[in-house]
Structures are given as C-alpha cells and as structure tokens.
C-alpha cells in the first residue's frame, strides 16, 4: 500500500509561481513513476519515472517542472507562469513495480486574472 500526501496549493495571480509536492509512505520502495493530474484525473500534467524521464502535457511544457526525491519518495512540481487556465485540483499520482496505482487526495491551485 502507498500513501500520497500532497500540498503547496493555493491562490496566485497570473503570472506567479507554486510549488507542489507530494510524499509517498508505505511501500515508497515499490514505486516505479510519479506524476501529477488534473480536471478530475484525466489529464496528465507531468510525470517522471525513478530514473528522472519526464514526459509534460503541451500545456505544461516550459512553463512547469516535475522533479524527484527517490530517498525522499516525493515528487515535485514546479509551476511558473501560472495562467487561470491553470487553475484545477490537482492530484499526485504514483504506479508501483506491480501495476497498482495510487492517488493522493488533490490539492487545489487557483489563478486569478
């Protein structure tokens, strides 16, 4: 079992910045990739294996950036030149060597205009 505990959400003008971060407990060992989730956990918004590949949405490339502590079992997402398009709850996401898959219980970002 995985526990994914996110947080860093809040409120932003455009143009702004946060932080999300999100840690795994339980069998943090036994995670392969992490990611991060949006509009209801459908889309994908970055994800990033335990060996560092990442893979980003159009919409976030350049602007955000998923980063990994494997001793830590968190992962990162980086957010910068937040638009209201932006605004979701986002939630953490993490699929194990044995093909479980995990969620956290989402944190909501919001941009104002």
């Known amino acids: 079992q995985v526990q994914l505990v996110e947080s860093g959400g809040g409120l932003v003008q455009a143009g702004g910045s946060l932080r999300l971060s999100c840690a795994a407990s339980?069998?943090?060992?036994?995670?392969?990739?992490m990611g991060w989730y949006r509009r209801g956990r459908r889309d994908l918004v970055a994800s990033i294996s335990r060996?560092?590949?990442?893979n980003y949405a159009d919409s976030a490339k350049g602007r955000f950036t998923i980063s990994r502590d494997n001793a830590k079992n968190t992962v990162y997402l980086q957010m910068n030149s937040l638009k209201p398009e932006d605004t979701a709850v986002y939630y953490c996401?993490?699929?194990?060597?044995?093909?479980?898959?995990?969620w956290g219980q989402g944190t909501q970002v919001t941009v104002s205009s």
């Open positions: 996401n993490a699929f194990t060597y044995a093909r479980s898959m995990y």
């Open positions: 060996g560092g590949v990442t």
């Open positions: 339980g069998s943090g060992s036994s995670i392969n990739s």
